[in-house]
Nanobody, 123 residues
Framework: QVQLVESGGGLVQPGGSLRLSCAAS????????MGWYRQALGKQRELVAT???????NYADFVQGRFTISRDNVKNTMSLQMNTLKPDDTAVYRC?????????????????WGQGTQFTVSS
């Protein structure tokens, strides 16, 4: 199994910056995509950004160049640097790993999730 632990939530003023981090441990396989999802109160969960094991990134349209996702495959960590934050960014953010697991036969694509971290953008 893979365990994901997020850190970096809190209260941020509009226009401010914040970095979220996710630490992965356990049975980590090389084929994996990590990413951040968020869910605001009363809204559906949505993708924020993803990054593959090879470093290919993908961002939601609402990011508008404000966020940068990165990962360190040696430390097994993944981060989301968020700048120019808006009140609409307020949500619970969850770390995700989508990976091809060979813990059982046959191998299969599975998802692991962190517990989530709340941050609020407000003055």
């Amino acid at each position: 199994q893979v365990q994901l632990v997020e850190s970096g939530g809190g209260l941020v003023q509009p226009g401010g910056s914040l970095r979220l981090s996710c630490a992965a441990s356990g049975s980590i396989f090389s084929l994996n995509t990590m990413g951040w999802y968020r869910q605001a109160l009363g809204k559906q969960r949505e993708l924020v950004a993803t990054i593959t094991d090879g470093g290919t990134t993908n961002y939601a349209d609402f990011v508008q160049g404000r966020f940068t996702i990165s990962r360190d495959n040696v430390k097994n960590t993944m981060s989301l640097q968020m700048n120019t934050l808006k009140p609409d960014d307020t949500a619970v953010y969850r770390c995700n790993m989508h990976t091809f697991s060979t813990l059982s036969f046959p191998g299969k694509w599975v998802d692991y999730w962190g517990q989530g971290t709340q941050f609020t953008v407000s003055s």
